[in-house]
Structure formats: structure tokens, C-alpha cells
């Protein structure tokens, strides 16, 4: 209606700009009028903001319609316009409780102000270590000055923490009393100690997730848990990828909460129908669905056409699609044209480029890339965010030195995503899965063995929101929560490189590492990539090393990998007879350097063994055509 470009003005950003001016009370009047808001949409190329919210207030008032911001922002209208209508609430409600205070936004805490302003009853249960919604507009200034808006409050410290162990609540005391702003609180549980805080050290992302799955793997073989004991937690949804391929590697059940497994959803089928497509020009389902993906002016009444002008000819859609001027007006045959020429030219690009350089291009020309990288909500970033791992996991792929695959085309690629997902559609058990999910949608739920991934700089705490102090808090108030979904066992990790745009960038353990007190926390020796056993406490003397991972005395030294690994190997190398290869042995490789042999299989007459190497983690190698030195016997 008002001939703007839905591509500069999307729906969702919109939406999201006028429910955050009506959470801090702003009308669109107040809107239009104030030079900052006008200064912030034109910085952005929405000079139109304002006038959409006011049309979309006018709609909904014309249609007797309110969202659920207006709920709350009316309610504080009538409360400040009919003072009758406050008193007739003030006096109808003698008592005024709220659950989850630390959460209200400013809108929410007003109207409980003015009910209970007259009788001075009132009461609300929160916890501002737990106050992790500000990108929803929560204010945690609303239960930090409670004190101050009610001063002869009664305050009642729940304490006692009947979920984890003690060194659980010990760590997740150590954590957040670095919060400056904050109601200072002693957690304590009768429980037992339990087991230190196991912590994990991976050279990249692909091997964090192999090393999740293997311990997983081992503690349900060892303690009998199911699957349901467990639960991954990352700061982003882009971060499950790596989880769910070792998962599924090591034929773990699983599921992802608040949101879909990585391969199925929508921005990753998207982009993923286009490698499809050109690679194969006989895909119509992957063609039907990038067809007019972004938005190229191909209508459904014209992809209708194609379909049937495909059936009544007996030819596949894509030579419609060629000649497509035989078939559909001169405006609409040159979108389809135009589409046309495209694909030829990533085929092209494909026949001549490994499947990175492939997907990059696609990507970038096919408009995917910047139709979500404008898209600036927190659904949209989430999107790119993920869109962005797809290219990492192809980088990935090709960067990978695999003796037994020579073929890094992205028809190679997407063969080995299409066997890796075929789990996909098996019916398992939703009860029995190891449970995957973002620690905002962890909150209020508890495990008995929680792995919390990722944890590095620039990733948690994030980058992203790290504009002031405040920022930070509320991130090591993420961290907090984390923490205290666990029961019994806490794991941590971190990578030491993590793909991130399509290269391998060197990460730097997170701050909140450092913060835990040493004494509580344990190295994972052998939950560490080139690590074959032994665990050590931090707060051993003799271990300076894993000392200075929480301390940062020696953060230099830890550096991670920039692709320059130093493999050592014996000085006269001469391969073994693998015949003789068992499970459990010793090996040497002129490449991979060190590891030992965790499987061995046969497939199609060909041997393969499975080996975890000190410095690459698990590869799968042809026999027939690995060189390997066997060390010692089993």
C-alpha cells in the first residue's frame, strides 16, 4: 500500500521496531517526533518507520484488534487517562503476585506498580542471576530496585539448591559473583560433592563434537544412563551442526528442542536445493523450490504453466525452463531466462571449482546470502549464522585431508550429507534422545549430564552483544543458567580453531573459564583431541599446564592451531603389515602422525580402520591404500 520495498521494510523487522518502542511506552505519535528514532531509521535506510507504525495502529484500531504489545501498552494508557478504572483495580485486587520478575519489561512492571499502589501488597518470586531476556526487552533494573520502590520489603532468600551437587553450585557461585550488578546470594546444597567439572579441550569444532559424542558414548556404557540423561547446550543454533553429524556418526539418538535438526531447516534446505539442482538438472523438487527463491518475479500461475507444458510435452522441467520463450508471455520468459543463465553458470563454476568455492559462489549470486544477511532480527541472524556453518561444514569437508576420498566436488559432498542424514526420517523413541538446544531454551529444565560447547571467545560470550558491561553480565548470566540445569555431571568444552565465513580462525578459551575457581575443575585428558587417557585436577600442583587454561597466566601458550600443526613422526619410517592391524593398537601415519586404532570394518571388500589420531581426531582409512606403522599390540 505504501510502495515501499518489502526487501528494505521486511515484515518481521518492522514488527519487531514497533512491539520494542511499545514495551518502553512509545506511541507512534511520541515516535515520529523524536529526532533520535528518526536519526536511528535513517542511519538504517528506514526513513519510513515511523508512518508504518502508525498505519499499523491505526489498522488494528480500525479492526478492533489488539497484538499482545498493545495489551500491555493500553492497559498503562487507560491506568494514565480514566484514574477511575486504576481505583476500581487497585481496590479489586487486594493481593498482586508475580512469578518470573526478573524477566518484566517496563511496560509489565508499571501495571503492577499501579495495582499494587494503594494496599502495598504485593509479592514476586525471581532470580536476577537468571535474567537473560534483555533482547526481549526484560529489564533486570526492575527486581534490582525493587528495594527502592518498596522499602520495608521483606526479602526471603531461596538458597538451597535441591538439583545439583555441591562443586556444580560451588562453580556456579564462583561465576556469577563477578557480576557487579546483582542481589548477592550464597547458594548452598545438601548433596553430595560430586565430581569435578570436567573440561575439554578440542583442536577444531568438527573434532568438539566427536569428542562430546564419545564421551557421551562411554558414560552411558559405563553408568548406564540413557539418552534422555543428557543434554548439549550452545549459545547459537548454528552451533548444533557439528553435534548432530558425531551424533549420528556414532548412531545416537537425539532431538533438537526449540527449533529443527540443522539439515532441515528452511534457510538450509534452500540453499541446499540449489547445490542439488546444479548438480543435477533432473532435481525437480529442489527445482520447484529455488525456482523463484529470492523473489525473481516467477509467479505461481507461471511455474504452473512450466509443470504442465513439462507433462503434456513428456520432457523434464528444466528443458521447459530452456526454452521456456514457447511457453510463457515475453515478461515472464525473460525471469525464467534470467534464472536459466544463473544456474549455467554455477554449473559451470561447479565443473571447474571444489564444493567451497562451488557453494560460496552459489550462495553469493544466487541472492541467498544478502536476502538474510538484511534480515537484522534475532530470527534473521540466526538464519545467516546457520546458512554461514552449512559453508563452514563444506570448507570443512574440503580442507579435510581423508586418504580414502579424492573427490571434493560438491556432488561429493552432498553424498556424504545425504547418508549422513538418512536418519532423519527413522521414528525413534522421543523420550529416549540425547536433547540439543540453545541455553536461552534450557531455562527452567534440568539433565543429569550437561555439556555445555562452545565456549570461547567471541562465541560465549558473544560478540554480537558485547556493546557495555551490562552486555557482558547478562551473558555470564547465560553462562550461570547453564551451569545449573545439571544434576550430576558438568562438561565444558572449547575448540582451539573453529571455521567461522569459510575460514579457519584461531579461538581463544572463554573469559567464564577463567572465572571458575581452579579447585573445581578437572581436564579431561582424555577427553581432549591427542589425548588417550588420564584426568588431572586443576588444583594439582605438578599441573601448571591445565593451571594456566583457567588462570591465564599462560594464555599465550595456548594459542590455537593455524593449520601449521607440527605432526611428529619416527625418524625411519617403514609401514606395517596391516593384516596384522587389531583394535586397540598403537599407530604411526606420515601424515596424521600418532593414534590408535578404535574399529576396524569391512565394506564392499574393502578393510578400513578407524583411528584417533593425537592431532586430527578420528579418520577412516582404506587399508589397501593407508600406510600405517603398527606400535605395540593390544
Not at 488494528?60 to 497484538?67: E, L, N
Not at 526471603?156 to 555441591?166: A, D, G, H, V, W
Not at 583457567?550 to 607440527?566: D, F, K, S
Request: proline share 2%; aromatic share 10%.
Amino acid at each position: 500500500e505504501k510502495g515501499l520495498d518489502d526487501k528494505t521494510y521486511k515484515p518481521n523487522v518492522v514488527l519487531n521496531r514497533i512491539s520494542s518502542a511499545k514495551n518502553r511506552l512509545i506511541s507512534w505519535r511520541s515516535y515520529l517526533q523524536n529526532p533520535v528514532f528518526q536519526a536511528d531509521d535513517n542511519s538504517q535506510m528506514k526513513p519510513e518507520m515511523g508512518n508504518l507504525y502508525k498505519a499499523y495502529s491505526e489498522r488494528c484500531f480500525k479492526a478492533d484488534a489488539m497484538d499482545f504489545d498493545d495489551l500491555l501498552f493500553n492497559t498503562n494508557l487507560l491506568f494514565k487517562d480514566f484514574p477511575e478504572v486504576l481505583h476500581k483495580y487497585q481496590h479489586r485486587f487486594h493481593f498482586v503476585m508475580v512469578d518470573e520478575f526478573q524477566d518484566t519489561n517496563l511496560s509489565q512492571y508499571l501495571i503492577t506498580k499501579k495495582l499494587a499502589a494503594v494496599r502495598q501488597n504485593i509479592a514476586v518470586v525471581g532470580d536476577d542471576a537468571q535474567s537473560i531476556y534483555a533482547f526481549r526487552g526484560a529489564d533486570i533494573q526492575n527486581i534490582l530496585n525493587f528495594e527502592k520502590d518498596y522499602p520495608d520489603l521483606r526479602v526471603i532468600k531461596l538458597e538451597q539448591n535441591y538439583r545439583s551437587t555441591q562443586n556444580i553450585v560451588n562453580v556456579a557461585n564462583s561465576v556469577i559473583n563477578h557480576n557487579k550488578a546483582q542481589l548477592h546470594k550464597n547458594v548452598w546444597t545438601q548433596n553430595e560433592d560430586g565430581e569435578l567439572i570436567h573440561l575439554m579441550k578440542a583442536t577444531s569444532d568438527n573434532e568438539e563434537g566427536k569428542l562430546v559424542a564419545s564421551s557421551i558414548f562411554e558414560e552411558k556404557v559405563n553408568h548406564q544412563y540413557k539418552n534422555s540423561d543428557f543434554a548439549i547446550l550452545y549459545r547459537t543454533n548454528s552451533q548444533s551442526r557439528a553435534m548432530e553429524e558425531a551424533l549420528r556418526r556414532v548412531n545416537i539418538g537425539y532431538k533438537v528442542v526449540g527449533g529443527l535438526s540443522f539439515y532441515q531447516r528452511k534457510e538450509i534446505k534452500d540453499l541446499m536445493g540449489y547445490f542439488r539442482f546444479v548438480v543435477n538438472q533432473n532435481d525437480e523438487q529442489a527445482l520447484r523450490r529455488i525456482i523463484n527463491l529470492p523473489k525473481r518475479g516467477i509467479g505461481l500461475s507461471s511455474i504452473e504453466k512450466l509443470m504442465v507444458a513439462a507433462y503434456d510435452h513428456d520432457i523434464s522441467l528444466w528443458e521447459v525452463l530452456v526454452n521456456v520463450k514457447s511457453f510463457l508471455s515475453p515478461r515472464a520468459a525473460n525471469a525464467v531466462h534470467d534464472f536459466v543463465t544463473t544456474i549455467r553458470s554455477f554449473k559451470i563454476v561447479a565443473e571447474q571449482k571444489d564444493a567451497f568455492a562451488t557453494a560460496n559462489h552459489i550462495a553469493k549470486g544466487s541472492g541467498l546470502l544478502k536476502f538474510l544477511y538484511e534480515d537484522k532480527t534475532i530470527e534473521g541472524l540466526n538464519r545467516y549464522e546457520n546458512v554461514q556453518e552449512l559453508l563452514n561444514a563444506i570448507k570443512e569437508f574440503v580442507d579435510s585431508p581423508e586418504d580414502s576420498r579424492k573427490d571434493n566436488s560438491l556432488g561429493a559432498f552432498l553424498q556424504e550429507i545425504a547418508l549422513l542424514t538418512d536418519t532423519d526420517t527413522e521414528k525413534d523413541n522421543e523420550l529416549e534422545k540425547v536433547t540439543l538446544m540453545t541455553i536461552h531454551s534450557a531455562k527452567g529444565l534440568e539433565f543429569k549430564n550437561v555439556y555445555v560447547v562452545g565456549l570461547e571467545e567471541d562465541l560465549f560470550p558473544s560478540q554480537m552483544m558485547l556493546s557495555s558491561r551490562a552486555d557482558l553480565e547478562e551473558e555470564r548470566r547465560l553462562f550461570y543458567v547453564s551451569i545449573t540445569r545439571t544434576q550430576k555431571k558438568l562438561f565444558l568444552s572449547y575448540a582451539l580453531t573453529r571455521y567461522r565465513y569459510g575460514r579457519l580462525k584461531s579461538c581463544e578459551p572463554s573469559r567464564f573459564i577463567e572465572e571458575i575457581d581452579p579447585v573445581f575443575i578437572k581436564v579431561d585428558r582424555k577427553w581432549s583431541s591427542g589425548k588417550f587417557s588420564g584426568t588431572t585436577p586443576l588444583n594439582t600442583v605438578s599441573n601448571n599446564y591445565a593451571k594456566s587454561l583457567v588462570t591465564g597466566i599462560q594464555r599465550q601458550n595456548l594459542r590455537p592451531l593455524n593449520g601449521n600443526t607440527q605432526i611428529t613422526t619416527s625418524k625411519s619410517f617403514t609401514p606395517s603389515d596391516t593384516s596384522m592391524l587389531q583394535e586397540g593398537m598403537k599407530v604411526e601415519h606420515p601424515k596424521f602422525g600418532y593414534g590408535m586404532v578404535i574399529k576396524l570394518d569391512q565394506e564392499g571388500g574393502q578393510k578400513k580402520a578407524r583411528v584417533n589420531f593425537e592431532n586430527f581426531g578420528e579418520k577412516t582409512l582404506l587399508l589397501s591404500f593407508a600406510k600405517l606403522k603398527i606400535h605395540d599390540s593390544q
